[in-house]
């Protein structure tokens, strides 16, 4: 059974940085890709990011340069780190185990999620 948990979350004002982590059990993590999705009210969910197991990335047009996904085999823990935030990057951040198909990143097991907050 995989387990996903997030965690960092919080209220930032703009410009701030936020750092992203989630803890994977249930899975061999060497072996999956991953990837962090987001979901804002009223919008459907956005894959921000994603990660391959060789450590390829790539990202969403929207955090392109403000980004970056990274991951520790050693821990099992992937993580986001966000800089240069706008209000447009409020939404509840879920982490994601799945595999790529075509070159694109396809999720298919989901933590609980974290909420970001961007405000003054």
């Known amino acids: 059974q995989v387990q996903l948990v997030e965690s960092g979350g919080g209220l930032v004002q703009p410009g701030g940085s936020l750092r992203l982590s989630c803890a994977a059990s249930?899975?061999?993590?060497?072996?999956?890709?991953m990837g962090w999705y987001r979901r804002a009210p009223g919008k459907q969910r956005e894959l921000v990011a994603s990660?391959?197991?060789?450590?390829?990335?790539n990202y969403a047009d929207s955090v392109q340069g403000r980004f970056t996904i990274s991951r520790d085999q050693s821990n099992n823990t992937l993580y986001l780190q966000m800089d240069s935030h706008n209000p447009d990057d409020t939404a509840v951040y879920l982490c994601?185990?799945?595999?790529?198909?075509?070159?694109?990143?396809?999720?298919?097991?989901w933590g609980q999620g974290t909420q970001v907050t961007v405000s003054s």
């Open positions: 994601s185990t799945g595999y790529v198909l075509l070159s694109n990143y396809v999720g298919s097991s």
């Open positions: 249930g899975v061999i993590f060497s072996n999956v890709a």
């Open positions: 990660i391959t197991s060789g450590g390829r990335t």
